[in-house]
């Protein structure tokens, strides 16, 4: 099964035409050759960007000198508003206390303990599956939303003050566009629209409340062993202090942000490839339906199918399909001189479809993953020391909804959907796949 790829072009585009394309669907603005190219040069009036494919280059930037190379102060600037100091936009010393607190909350370990919490937020959605037509992205942008709530406040999305801040999220993002021109140039003054500004207002607001209760619980020693609950009371080992409650408010804004959005990109993802290819729809509906019979943590790694098919959705449809960094020292990459300031993007979208990299780039064979094959090219969860925290916990994720939809449901294909960028990888007019009770 060849899944479907945005209409790539090989024209050279001008900046305003690019950037019309990047704000609408930066995918099809991609032109053929990057998924050959080790390395590209874009040049704008502003700045330059490398947009980096060459295996060795990105392991110089993500691995061995991730230090030259903090995160962007463009994209940074955009996502302000929403996320404060999170641990997604900061550098440096203060990143650095940020990670020593909350990977603890994500080792192997805590996902077991959330175990029953990502049952249950499955379950529910698959409860909410009517046959018929299906908006799988609203489907999967609900459960997964339901699964950050039970997970991190012990909350289903049904409470008041999670519900309303699902609404505000998805006003948030209704108002955000992908890339901000203030954000991109230097000398403009970063500007949202009214929209984007009272929904950030009204999120924060409503993520304090819930932090705020945690605090009073955590006091009280009634609070519940989730991962605010950790989270908040795991002293920095080097410094033995906690966050305060606006650092906390700005680490469950990115909870909600990088770990809601991009599993629920992965799932429809998933959803649709399994329906496009229907033997390995059976064979992963086989495998879901024995683990629902008596579902353990343990009984996760008895899901191979599923697990393939995860591996293979995360290397075509990669959740975060660009990552931004700045050359913070000069440097030189393939001969070409790389100026203090530069653009550096790693793109996991353009890697994992890289015609050097995988034999049939564009084809949906999760069964490439029995052999092993080899993962320079496959950087999903990104690497080195700023990889997601939540890569174990977004594939149990992954593997538990994918187990109870498909144990109830068999899918077929509506309408091909169009990828596009957004915040992660969505489709242009939404995934729809036909449901029936199996
Ligand atoms: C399929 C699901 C997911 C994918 C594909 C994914 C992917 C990524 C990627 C590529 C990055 C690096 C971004 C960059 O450096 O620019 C990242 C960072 C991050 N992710 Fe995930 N993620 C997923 C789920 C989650 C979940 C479930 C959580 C937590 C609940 C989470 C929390 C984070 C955080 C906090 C960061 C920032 C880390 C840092 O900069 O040090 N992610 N994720």
Request: some cysteine; hydrophobic content about 45%; aromatic content about 10%.
């Given at each position: 099964?060849?899944?479907?790829?945005?209409?790539?072009?090989?024209?050279?585009?001008?900046?305003?035409?690019?950037?019309?394309?990047?704000?609408?669907?930066?995918?099809?603005?991609?032109?053929?050759?990057?998924?050959?190219?080790?390395?590209?040069?874009?040049?704008?009036?502003?700045?330059?960007?490398?947009?980096?494919?060459?295996?060795?280059?990105?392991?110089h930037v993500l691995i061995e000198a991730p230090k030259d190379f903090p995160k962007s102060e463009r994209v940074i600037r955009?996502?302000?508003?929403?996320?404060?100091?999170?641990?997604?936009?900061?550098?440096?010393?203060?990143?650095?206390?940020?990670?020593?607190?909350?990977?603890?909350?994500?080792?192997?370990?805590?996902?077991?303990?959330?175990?029953?919490?990502?049952?249950?937020?499955a379950e529910a959605a698959a409860d909410r599956v009517q046959p018929g037509r299906v908006d799988i992205e609203a489907l999967?942008?609900?459960?997964?939303?339901?699964?950050?709530?039970?997970?991190?406040?012990?909350?289903?999305?049904?409470?008041?003050?999670?519900?309303?801040?699902?609404?505000?999220?998805?006003?948030?993002?209704?108002?955000?566009?992908?890339?901000?021109?203030?954000?991109?140039?230097?000398?403009?003054?970063?500007?949202?629209?009214?929209?984007?500004?009272?929904?950030?207002?009204?999120?924060?607001?409503?993520?304090?409340?819930?932090?705020?209760?945690?605090?009073?619980?955590?006091?009280?020693?009634?609070?519940?062993?989730?991962?605010?609950?950790?989270?908040?009371?795991?002293?920095?080992?080097?410094?033995?202090?906690?966050?305060?409650?606006?650092?906390?408010?700005?680490?469950?804004?990115?909870?909600?942000?990088?770990?809601?959005?991009?599993?629920?990109?992965?799932?429809?993802?998933?959803?649709?490839?399994?329906?496009?290819?229907?033997?390995?729809?059976?064979?992963?509906?086989?495998?879901?339906?024995?683990?629902?019979?008596?579902?353990?943590?343990?009984?996760?790694?008895?899901?191979?199918?599923?697990?393939?098919?995860?591996?293979?959705?995360?290397?075509?449809?990669?959740?975060?399909?660009?990552?931004?960094?700045?050359?913070?020292?000069?440097?030189?990459?393939?001969?070409?001189?790389?100026?203090?300031?530069?653009?550096?993007?790693?793109?996991?979208?353009?890697?994992?479809?890289?015609?050097?990299?995988?034999?049939?780039?564009?084809?949906?064979?999760?069964?490439?993953?029995?052999?092993?094959?080899?993962?320079?090219?496959?950087?999903?969860?990104?690497?080195?020391?700023?990889?997601?925290?939540?890569?174990?916990?977004?594939?149990?994720?992954?593997?538990?909804?994918?187990?109870?939809?498909?144990?109830?449901?068999?899918?077929?294909?509506?309408?091909?959907?169009?990828?596009?960028?957004?915040?992660?990888?969505?489709?242009?007019?939404?995934?729809?796949?036909?449901?029936?009770?199996?």
């Open positions: 099964m060849i899944p479907p790829k945005p209409g790539a072009r090989e024209a050279r585009v001008s900046l305003w035409r690019y950037w019309r394309l990047f704000r609408t669907d930066i995918l099809s603005a991609q032109p053929e050759r990057l998924y050959r190219a080790k390395m590209a040069e874009f040049r704008t009036p502003f700045f330059r960007s490398f947009l980096v494919n060459d295996p060795d280059l990105v392991r955009g996502l302000n508003i929403l996320l404060g100091q999170s641990v997604f936009v900061t550098n440096g010393a203060l990143w650095e206390r940020q990670r020593r607190i909350i990977d603890p909350a994500f080792e192997g370990g805590r996902i077991r303990d959330r175990f029953g919490a990502m049952m249950a937020a999967a942008s609900h459960a997964t939303a339901d699964v950050i709530f039970r997970t991190l406040f012990s909350i289903p999305i049904e409470d008041q003050v999670a519900s309303k801040t699902y609404a505000a999220f998805r006003a948030f993002q209704r108002s955000q566009p992908v890339a901000i021109l203030s954000a991109l140039i230097p000398w403009w003054p970063v500007r949202h629209k009214r929209a984007t500004r009272e929904a950030a207002q009204e999120l924060r607001s409503l993520i304090a409340k819930l932090v705020t209760a945690r605090e009073a619980e955590i006091e009280a020693g009634t609070a519940p062993d989730d991962l605010a609950t950790k989270i908040m009371t795991t002293p920095d080992p080097e410094t033995g202090e906690t966050f305060t409650r606006s650092e906390m408010v700005d680490q469950v804004a990115i909870f909600f942000l990088a770990g809601h959005e991009t599993s629920a990109s992965l799932l429809g993802w998933a959803l649709w490839c399994l329906a496009a290819a229907p033997e390995t729809g059976r064979l992963v509906a086989e495998e879901a339906e024995a683990f629902m019979r008596a579902p353990s943590f343990a009984g996760l790694s008895q899901m191979p199918a599923a697990r393939n098919v995860l591996r293979e959705t995360l290397r075509l449809y990669p959740p975060v399909p660009m990552m931004v960094r700045e050359a913070a020292v000069a440097q030189e990459f393939r001969g070409r001189e790389v100026k203090r300031g530069a653009q550096i993007v790693i793109s996991p979208w353009h890697l994992g479809r890289h015609e050097n990299a995988w034999d049939a780039p564009d084809a949906f064979l999760p069964e490439r993953w029995d052999a092993k094959p080899a993962r320079e090219a496959y950087l999903p969860f990104s690497a080195g020391p700023r990889v997601c925290p939540g890569a174990g916990f977004a594939m149990a994720e992954g593997a538990v909804l994918l187990a109870a939809l498909m144990a109830r449901f068999q899918f077929e294909v509506a309408e091909t959907p169009v990828p596009v960028a957004h915040l992660t990888t969505r489709a242009r007019d939404g995934i729809f796949l036909n449901a029936a009770h199996r």
